[in-house]
């Protein structure tokens, strides 16, 4: 199975999160995914670019970067932004905590992108912005013999 690399740079604009979500879909369908797996990859992919429009550069329009890897089966993301950062990775990482609860904002991104994903950090450094790395076998280990 041949491995191989995608990066993108686009605007932080709401419109472009289905778009980025699509192109990280269209790049994992040479490794076979399940539609399970591939609807995780997807859901994760979602729930990052939207932090990086929503929080990163709080509403304005700032550089959104995603690239993709595939390695034996795996797939491997780092979805990153130049925004504002996060100044507690920690409590950010917790289940329902938001810094907009007055947009009725669930709290959940981090908690989901972790649930979906084999493997999920985040770093992050106030007014540097923030990357998050993510990885998802997507391949059998039939498929990788």
């Known amino acids: ?3 191989n690399y995608l990066k993108l740079e686009f605007l932080s604009l709401p419109e472009n999160q289905a778009f980025a979500r699509d192109a990280v879909a269209a ?3 040479p490794l076979n995914p399940t539609l399970d797996r591939l609807s995780d990859v997807k859901t994760a992919v979602s729930e990052a670019v939207t932090n990086c429009t929503v929080h990163a ?5 700032g550089i959104v970067t995603v690239e993709c890897s595939t390695e034996d089966g795996v797939l491997h993301i780092l979805i990153g932004d130049k925004g504002a950062g996060i100044p507690d990775v920690n409590a950010a990482l917790q289940p329902f905590f938001t810094t907009l609860p007055s947009e009725e904002r669930s709290g959940m991104g981090f908690t989901i992108m972790q649930t979906f994903m ?3 950090s985040v770093t992050s450094g ?3 912005g923030t990357l998050v790395r993510m990885s998802k076998r997507l391949a059998s280990e039939v498929e990788n013999a």
Not at 57 to 61: I, L, P, S
Request: glycine residues 18%.
């Open 27 to 29: 790049f994992c369908l």
């Open 118 to 120: 084999d493997e999920f």
């Open 1 to 3: 199975m041949k491995n």
């Open 126 to 128: 106030v007014g540097e």
């Open 57 to 61: 550069y709080r509403g304005g329009a």
